[in-house]
C-alpha cells in the first residue's frame, strides 16, 4: 500500500524537472525572455545583448517558491496519512471475513458476499490511489506552472531597464553547458524575484 510514496515523490520530482529544467533550456530560448542589463552586458556575434541566471539557485533561494513546496509537501503528507488510514481498516475487514470463514461462522452466501463486498473495496482503494495521485501531479504541475509565470512576469518588468535581447536559463545538464561570469545575474534575479513575489503573496 505504501508505493503511493514512490508514485507520489516521482511524479512530484518529474513535474519539478520538466517544468524547469525542459522548460526553461530548451523552451524559453525560442522567445526572447526579458531581464536586466548591467554595465557587464556582452554584445553577441550578429548584434543583441545576452544574459543568463542559474535556475537551480534562484529556485533554491526563492522564499516564495519554497513555501509553495512546503504546502505541496504537507497536502502529499494529508493524502497519505488518509490512504494509510483506508487502507489499515480495509485490511482490518479482510482479517474479520478470512476468522469468520475459516472457523465457519458465516454461510456459504454470506462468504460469498463478504468477499464480493471486499474485492469492491480493494478497487475502491486502488481507484483512490490512483486519484490522490493524479490530484497531487495536477496541483504541482499548476503550482510550478504559476511559479513559471511569475519568473516570466518579473523578467519582462525587470528587463525594461536593463536591454537585454536574450535571457537564458541555466541548469546542470541543460543546453547551456557554458556562460561567462560577466553575463551571469543570477544574485540579482535572486534578489529581485524574492522582492517582487515575498511568501505573504501566497
Do not use: C
Not at 500500500?1 to 518529474?14: E, F, P, Q, S
Not at 480495509?90 to 469468520?100: G, I, L, T, W
Not at 546542470?172 to 553547458?177: A, K
Amino acid at each position: 500500500m505504501k508505493n503511493i510514496n514512490y508514485i507520489i515523490h516521482g511524479i512530484l520530482g518529474a513535474a519539478v524537472i520538466v517544468l524547469f529544467v525542459l522548460y526553461f533550456t530548451g523552451g524559453s530560448a525560442d522567445s526572447p525572455a526579458q531581464d536586466q542589463h548591467s554595465s557587464d552586458s556582452v554584445a553577441v556575434q550578429g548584434g543583441g545583448n545576452i544574459a543568463y541566471f542559474k535556475i537551480d539557485s534562484v529556485l533554491a533561494n526563492w522564499e516564495l517558491y519554497f513555501n509553495v513546496q512546503e504546502k505541496l509537501s504537507a497536502k502529499q503528507q494529508e493524502l497519505e496519512t488518509d490512504f494509510e488510514s483506508r487502507s489499515q481498516s480495509f485490511m482490518k475487514r479482510v482479517e474479520d471475513a478470512q476468522y469468520k470463514m475459516q472457523r465457519g461462522l458465516v454461510t456459504r452466501a454470506e462468504a460469498e458476499q463478504l468477499q464480493q463486498q471486499l474485492a469492491q473495496e480493494e478497487q475502491n482503494l486502488a481507484g483512490l490511489q490512483n486519484n490522490y495521485a493524479m490530484q497531487l501531479q495536477e496541483e504541482g504541475v499548476v503550482k510550478n506552472r504559476q511559479m513559471i509565470d511569475k519568473i516570466e512576469q518579473f523578467l519582462e518588468t525587470y528587463n525594461k531597464d536593463k536591454g537585454y535581447d536574450y535571457i537564458f536559463s541555466y541548469s546542470f545538464g541543460g543546453n547551456l553547458l557554458y556562460g561567462n561570469d560577466a553575463l551571469d545575474i543570477t544574485d540579482e534575479v535572486i534578489k529581485g524575484i524574492n522582492k517582487a513575489y515575498p511568501p505573504e503573496e501566497e
